[in-house]
């Protein structure tokens, strides 16, 4: 039987693990606040919709990471407090995020998460916490299908240039 043999969870996490699950909880709570920002913001109800989405999948993550780093003896690192709720119109018209911007912002994110999830799953050895991050990898998936189908519905998405004319295969 090997070192690293048995339950996962009786195995250390290495530097590794808990750099990479560290730092992903600290992106998270920044993502938070920003989503519950971006809901003060935003005026379409779709995009408020994944929004909320967003910050519940994020905050299911947060625990099941926080839960991991303290049963490993991993310091948490601050979390800043939840932004209050606001009223649109009370924001001034050039102090806002627009719409697009937004979903643009989340569709980003959301990409950024999805390479995070990967690096993660293949720097592990503990298959528990791989398991995780490509449970994470998949919802964030569905999420990113929804944001580009969202921004493809809106008019917000922006392409690159479109390649039309493909040489002739003679």
């Known amino acids: 039987m090997g070192i690293l043999s048995g339950n996962p969870q009786d195995e250390p996490m290495h530097y590794g693990e808990v750099f990479g699950t560290w730092t992903y909880l ?28 967003g910050i519940q999948a994020i905050k299911s993550e947060n625990q099941q990471i926080e839960d991991l780093l303290k049963a ?31 979903s643009a912002a989340l569709a980003m994110d ?24 490509g449970q994470f990898h998949m919802n964030k998936a569905s999420l990113g299908v929804k944001v580009l189908k969202l921004n493809k519905e809106k008019g917000w998405l922006v392409p690159p240039p479109l390649h039309l004319n493909t040489p002739n295969q003679e």
Do not use: W
Not at 26 to 33: E, R
Not at 80 to 94: K, S
């Open 72 to 102: 490993n003896g991993v310091a948490l690192p601050p979390s800043p407090p939840e932004r209050p709720v606001a009223n649109l119109e009370d924001i001034p018209a050039g102090a806002r995020f627009n719409d697009p911007e937004i």
């Open 110 to 133: 959301v990409a950024k998460g999805l390479v995070a999830c990967s690096t993660i799953m293949g720097q592990s050895i503990r298959e528990d916490i791989g398991a995780m991050f």
């Open 26 to 53: 600290v992106t998270n709570y920044g993502c938070l606040i920003t989503y519950q920002t971006f809901i003060n913001h935003a005026g379409d109800d779709d995009l408020k919709r994944l929004l909320e989405e």
